[in-house]
């Protein structure tokens, strides 16, 4: 059974930095597409960034582009995303998702549906 696990999350001031983690179990890590996304209260889950198997294509959010980096490491199964230069709007529940059903390396997915593992968030937020 595939897990996700988020960790890294917390308190810090506008203009920190904060660098999530995604550890996940399985065998087939290398072969998914993965992905960042966050939800605020009232808000819906929005992708933050994505990367595709094998890390040679990511996507970024219009809001994060800069200042947020995703990243992988299949040697040790998990995903990662580096965010600096925080700001409130950044307050959210992060979640890492990966998709099992790429079937190439290029492809990065932003839309929520394709993914079929979801973690099960960790708060990240950033006080004025």
């Known amino acids: 059974q595939v897990q996700l696990v988020e960790s890294g999350g917390g308190l810090v001031q506008t203009g920190g930095s904060l660098r999530l983690s995604c550890a996940a179990s399985?065998?087939?890590?290398?072969?998914?597409?993965m992905g960042w996304f966050r939800q605020a209260p009232g808000k819906e889950r929005d992708v933050v960034a994505a990367?595709?198997?094998?890390?040679?294509?990511?996507h970024y959010a219009d809001s994060v582009l800069g200042r947020f980096t995703i990243s992988r490491d299949d040697a040790k199964n998990t995903a990662y995303l580096q965010m600096r230069n925080l700001k409130p709007e950044d307050t959210a529940v992060y979640y890492c998702?990966?998709?099992?059903?790429?079937?190439?390396?290029?492809?990065?997915?932003?839309?929520?549906?394709?993914?079929?593992?979801w973690g099960q968030g960790t708060q990240v937020t950033v006080s004025s």
């Open positions: 399985g065998r087939t890590f290398s072969t998914w597409a």
């Open positions: 990367i595709s198997r094998g890390g040679g294509s990511t």
């Open positions: 998702a990966a998709d099992s059903h790429v079937i190439n390396d290029f492809t990065v997915v932003v839309g929520t549906e394709p993914y079929d593992y």
